[in-house]
């Protein structure tokens, strides 16, 4: 027993007293707050993230818009029927509304849309349907003119009266941007109008209906350049959704234009409305075809291909359109060109070839400079 008391007595005795950790003064102390490990907040299980969409390649764009040009082509023979007995107005209105229908699942800021968090490199819902409301009303003015003028001018010459806005573009990129053009560029403009003339006397005196059509000329042009600012600026909206606010626009231009016509009747007003029915229940798969596939898929192609081509080069790529829609006034409508007409088509055919020489998309020149606006902003 006395063994067992004197053990650990004899054990400090031999090891020496146990090791005591040194007093460290208050003021030598760290003031940092000890890490305490938190759980992450839950997020919002409706929220999702947004996988964000690359742009295009260079070659998909290409596909993109020679496909929106296709389907473009097509239209000028479809409305040229529909237009001759129905108010453009109101089938603008039907066509855009269906349109806007077909787009309704990508409308931005809807409730079933997936929701962003706020550093996500979009901008807001605003933003996009204030650049929709802008697109919305150019898109209104040249399809508007376009029905307008297709009452007293044919398909085909439409057609090519509408192409001038490739000429238009770099015209009116120099006035209100300051973009400079090459010589070719010019030499193509002057080509294409000298064609252009050459096309609209062929067979027939100029009409009305070539005005209309130089006139919604004049408003594709801004349509494409108000475009590019807005599907490749720095933080640009997704197309689906660009596209869903300018068709959603649009249409509501349109439906104020056609109530605007039939109040314009005043007594007379339930005539033209059951004329348009009548009209509208006739044509409707001419304008099914029109609202889904060269109104709202045609338009989602070209904001999609816009955001990797930009406007001057998209333009010249849009310059198929005539022919395509020859092709189609011809196997639709039975129209064609007498020889002054086909030498015009030449002549404008030839402005493309001058204006694409030196600068072809698949040497860069079609693809969207990153740096262009600013280069623009310095020199100014």
Known sequence: MLLLLAAPAVARAVVGPPAVAPRVPLSRRS????????????????????????????????????????????????IKDIVSDMSPAAFNAARFGLAAVCALPWAPGAPWRPRRPPAADAPPASATWAAGAELGLWSCLGFALQSVGLETTSAGRSAFLLYLNVKLVPLLALLLYGRTSPPRTWVSALLAVCGTGLLASDGSPPNVGDAW???????????????????????????????????????????????????????????????????????????????????????????????????????????????????????????????????GAAVVLAAVAISRGGGGAGEGGGERREDEGARTSRAE
């Open 213 to 343: 059509s130089l006139a919604a000329a004049v408003a594709s042009a801004c349509f494409i350049l108000r475009l590019e600012a807005a599907a490749a600026g720095a933080a640009p909206p997704e197309p689906a959704e660009l596209n869903a606010a300018t068709l959603t626009c649009a249409a509501g231009y349109f439906a104020l234009l056609a109530a605007a016509e039939v109040g314009g009747a005043g007594g007379a007003a339930p005539v033209p409305l059951m004329e348009a029915a009548r009209a509208l229940g006739e044509s409707s798969p001419q304008i099914c075809y029109l609202a889904v596939v060269t109104t709202f898929v045609a338009q989602w192609l070209q904001a999609y291909g816009q955001a990797r081509v930009g406007a001057q080069d998209a333009a010249l790529l849009y310059a198929l359109d005539p022919c395509y829609a020859a092709g189609f006034s011809y196997l639709l409508l039975g129209e064609t060109l007498g020889p002054q007409g086909f030498a």
């Open 31 to 78: 003031s940092r707050p000890a890490l305490v490990l938190e759980e992450p907040p839950l997020q919002d299980a409706a929220w999702a993230p947004p996988s964000p969409s690359p742009r295009p390649e260079l070659w998909q764009a290409l596909v993109a818009l020679n496909g929106c040009t296709l389907l473009w082509g097509s239209q000028h023979a479809v």
